[in-house]
């Protein structure tokens, strides 16, 4: 009977494990997705990563999410004024630097918000009717 304890709790830990490893592999292999230019697959993985538990506070996990959805508006949505890809990317971006507690992607964080925010400007610039 101890040996069945001893196991069953080696197991229930070991299964703990495993399932917390398996989050930070999911921004691993969007990050491998985004590289390799498959941008449907690293927006899944990204997306889970960034709503599980293990790694919804990732400072990383938001800035590669941020990452993902920029490539998305800038390959996809260019030309769409009203781009969710871009907003979502600016908000992801925000919370990275929010929950960014090693500054290691400060900089790049700013650089791509200000970028977003260029092209929001730029759009509504160009949506203005000048004549009236």
């Known amino acids: ?11 229930a830990l070991l299964l703990t494990t495993v399932l917390l490893s398996a989050q930070p592999t999911k921004v691993n292999s969007a990050a491998m997705f985004l590289q390799q230019g498959s ?19 990732s400072g990383k996990a938001w800035y590669l999410r941020g990452f ?39 900089q790049k964080n700013i650089k791509n918000i200000k970028y977003l925010y260029t092209t929001l400007y730029n759009a509504a610039a160009e949506s203005r009717d000048s004549v009236h």
């Open 39 to 57: 941008l449907d697959s690293a927006k899944f993985y990204i997306d889970a990563a960034t709503t599980n538990a293990a790694t919804q506070n």
């Open 68 to 106: 993902v959805y920029k490539t998305i508006y800038n390959k996809n949505e260019k030309t769409n004024k009203k781009s969710p890809a871009r907003i979502i990317g600016l908000s992801s971006f925000k919370q990275s630097l929010k929950l960014d507690r090693t500054q290691e992607n400060v």
């Open 1 to 11: 009977m101890l040996n069945f304890k001893r196991a069953l709790t080696f197991t």
